[in-house]
């Protein structure tokens, strides 16, 4: 039984790293990694409380709360998959703390910046960062980034700039050239980083 239970443990600490390097893009994280019927995340963050797999509990709390209000409270699931109150509570918790953060971070890092230090990349509309051009391409860079995570969150998840047109990578906002971009992902890998440090409080799991 030991060997079967260090066995189990580090696939779960493979796909629920304890550190923010383990948070690599590319491999399966989350309860995608389980073979079979994928579980909701709910389940496996159930799980893991009740498992007292405490190294996990930050990524399992993330990874049900990134899907939002509506996945946490589904009162659709069965009943492992339903959370107890204060289970719950520490999650909408976390969840508010993380939008809260995204929200502004984004919002600072994507049109603060160039108001001090405008681009001086002809063509670029940062060259001019309060004119209507950089607005507009802010403004477009931004609901990329959080939108579609309106209800929940991804501020740990690489954020997209680039999109294809007519086979060409450009921009999300239009005219804005790769060195704005450049300067966004840092700051929003620093972001990813400030943000992952705080799960454990957030997530009230300190102490
Ligand atoms: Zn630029």
């Given at each position: 039984m030991p060997a079967i239970r260090s066995q189990i443990l580090e696939v779960v600490r493979d796909a629920y790293p304890e550190t923010f390097?383990?948070?690599?893009?590319?491999?399966?994280?989350?309860?995608?990694?389980?073979?079979?019927r994928t579980p909701h995340p709910n389940e496996v963050l159930n799980l893991f409380?009740?498992?007292?797999?405490?190294?996990?509990l930050p990524m399992a709390y993330y990874m049900?709360?990134?899907r939002g209000l509506n996945s946490l409270m589904d009162g659709h699931l069965p009943r492992s998959a339903t959370l107890p109150p204060e289970i719950?509570?520490?999650?909408?918790?976390?969840?508010?703390?993380?939008?809260?953060?995204?929200l502004n971070e984004t919002h600072d890092l994507i049109f603060e910046p160039n108001r001090s230090?405008?681009?001086?990349?002809?063509?670029?509309?940062?060259?001019?960062?309060?004119?209507?051009?950089?607005?507009?391409?802010?403004?477009?860079?931004?609901?990329?980034?959080?939108?579609?995570?309106?209800?929940?969150?991804?501020?740990?998840?690489?954020?997209?700039?680039?999109?294809?047109?007519?086979g060409e990578l450009q921009?999300?906002?239009?005219?804005?050239?790769s060195g704005c971009v450049e300067r966004w992902e840092s700051g929003h890998a620093e972001l990813r980083k400030k943000a992952w440090l705080t799960l454990p409080n957030v997530f009230g799991l300190k102490g």
């Open positions: 390097d383990g948070l690599g893009s590319s491999k399966p994280l989350g309860e995608s990694v389980f073979s079979g409380v009740q498992q007292k797999i405490t190294s996990a049900a709360t990134r719950l509570r520490s999650a909408m918790a976390g969840l508010m703390r993380l939008r809260e953060v995204e230090r405008p681009c001086s990349t002809s063509n670029c509309p940062s060259r001019t960062p309060t004119g209507q051009a950089a607005l507009v391409a802010y403004h477009k860079v931004f609901d990329r980034i959080v939108c579609s995570s309106q209800l929940g969150t991804k501020v740990l998840q690489v954020p997209e700039f680039y999109e294809d047109r007519d921009c999300v906002g239009p005219g804005i050239c």
